[in-house]
């Protein structure tokens, strides 16, 4: 630290009677090792006494004029603490705790102090238990003026948070209330468009010109994939808003899946990948939204489907387990031999928009080797597991497109109870 703008003076200044109503109550003979040892100086305005970091080698008494005390921040910043006039002192924190001081001094207007140094301090406090005690007084002071301080900064940048936070709030439902109208809106002509693209492609005179027939096929398969799109939306829009609502009826996890192979058979021939699925004919019933199940288990499948190098395995096991304050649940594990998940991504990935690795934005299907997506299916996956009071997550060894460790996403569902199944029945016939 440059301390050339602070000056020593002559002394040319009573020290012992300035120190005296300071330090009221200390018998001579200590008054007078502290004068012995006392230096004045004097600081112009902006001087700094004594800077954060430093070594306590002193306590200053200020004799007229004002410092500031503050410290310095992360970002540079400064931030005050108090002032101190003539009649106080300053630096004796650091006189009494080992390591640098814990904040900087700096004069605020042409200031004289007294300067003593830490061993001739020390050794008078030592021989002096009612300084001892009045310095624990002022410490006592200064630690409630700093938690008060903090309390109003807290409670301030609170207030600021609140506010940020309510700003964020309606700036957020204006967003979702747009994607839904904007989805809902495209999605109706979308809709149409595919129904005639449909019947395009069921005419004979369509399926009787090949290049016709190759055109019409492929509008019918973008139009499919838009409309897919604009549904991941809206169910994802729901999420974000009143959450969905789930229409219960007894659910047979087996006859859900029965699509999703057929859905897939195309890219699975392509890609020459395998799709295995075992043990769902011996899975128990279940409550909930079979529509709702069969999107899980889609975006599942498909995930396993986008991150599994030409040749892989996807495998899609059920059984039945106990779960601690769930009781019996379905279990139904997608596993895959994929390029895996890093352990920073295996929550993050069911988060809106979020994907792992470099994806392949150019892609032109949504199926094809970390092709390009609107990155919403696990983040639907798990809202609609969670609606239906079930868990799902996520397991992996971690993230390697060399060696391809796979990966297993794990979804619970509590079984249907026989009250439940009656319930359910009710419902349904009602």
Same mark, same amino acid.
């Given at each position: ?8 003076? +002559? ?9 005296? #109503? ?7 003979? /200590? ?32 004799? /007229?004029? +004002? ?18 006039? #003539? ?13 640098? *001081? ?7 207007? #042409?200031?004289? $102090? ?19 005690? +009045?310095?624990?007084?002022?410490? %006592? ?32 439902? %204006?967003?979702? /209330?747009?994607? &839904? ?25 369509? &399926?009787?010109? @090949? ?13 499919? *994939? ?23 009826? #007894? ?32 899975? @128990? ?23 599994? @190098? ?8 059920? +059984?039945?387990?106990?779960?601690? /304050? ?14 895996? $998940? ?12 979020? *994907? ?35 868990? $799902? ?18 979804? &619970? ?18």
């Amino acid at each position: 630290m440059d301390h050339s703008a602070v000056s020593s003076a +002559r002394l040319d200044v009573d020290v012992k009677e300035l120190l005296r #109503p300071v330090l009221f109550g200390l018998p001579e003979r /200590d008054l007078d090792d502290l004068t012995e040892a006392a230096v004045v100086r004097t600081l112009p305005v902006g001087a700094i006494l004594c800077e954060e970091g430093e070594e306590g080698d002193a306590i200053y008494f200020i004799v /007229d004029g +004002r410092v500031e005390i503050f410290k310095q921040m992360d970002d540079e910043t400064e931030r005050f603490l108090h002032t101190s006039g #003539p009649g106080e002192w300053v630096g004796e924190m650091a006189l009494l705790q080992e390591g640098g *001081r814990t904040a900087s001094v700096r004069a605020i207007e #042409p200031t004289t $102090i007294i300067e003593i140094g830490r061993e001739t301090f020390l050794l008078v406090l030592g021989r002096s238990p009612s300084l001892s005690i +009045r310095i624990l007084v002022r410490l %006592t002071g200064r630690l409630r003026d700093s938690d008060q301080q903090a309390i109003a900064d807290l409670r301030k940048a609170n207030e600021e948070l609140t506010q940020a936070l309510q700003q964020l709030e309606r700036l957020d439902r %204006t967003k979702t /209330d747009f994607i &839904q109208v904007s989805a809902h809106e495209l999605r109706t002509p979308v809709a149409a468009l595919l129904g005639y693209a449909q019947m395009m492609r069921n005419d004979p005179t369509v &399926q009787g010109v @090949p290049k016709l027939r190759t055109l019409v096929e492929g509008v019918v398969t973008s139009t499919e *994939r838009l409309h897919r799109i604009f549904n991941s939306i809206l169910d994802v829009s729901r999420l974000m808003t009143d959450g969905l609502e789930v229409i219960r009826s #007894p659910v047979s996890i087996r006859v859900v899946f029965e699509g999703i192979p057929l859905e897939f058979e195309q890219v699975l021939k392509q890609r020459d990948l395998t799709l295995e699925i075992k043990g769902l004919n011996d899975l @128990p019933v279940c409550s909930g939204d079979p529509d709702m199940l069969y999107k899980v288990f889609y975006h599942l499948v498909n995930n396993a489907i986008k991150y599994t @190098p030409d040749g892989g395995k996807i495998t899609v096991t059920g +059984r039945t387990v106990d779960v601690e /304050d769930v009781g019996r649940c379905i279990e139904v594990v997608v596993q895959d031999t994929g390029i895996g $998940i890093a352990s920073q991504d295996l929550d993050l990935i069911f988060e809106k928009f979020y *994907r792992t690795g470099e994806v392949a934005l150019h892609s032109s299907g949504m199926s094809k080797f970390k092709g390009g997506g609107p990155g919403l299916g696990l983040a639907i996956a798990k809202g609609v597991v969670e609606a239906h009071g079930g868990r $799902i997550w996520a397991e992996s060894p971690g993230y390697d497109e060399e060696t391809c460790p796979g990966s297993r996403f794990v979804v &619970q569902l509590p079984v249907l109870t026989d009250s439940l199944l009656s319930e359910s029945g009710e419902s349904a016939r009602g």
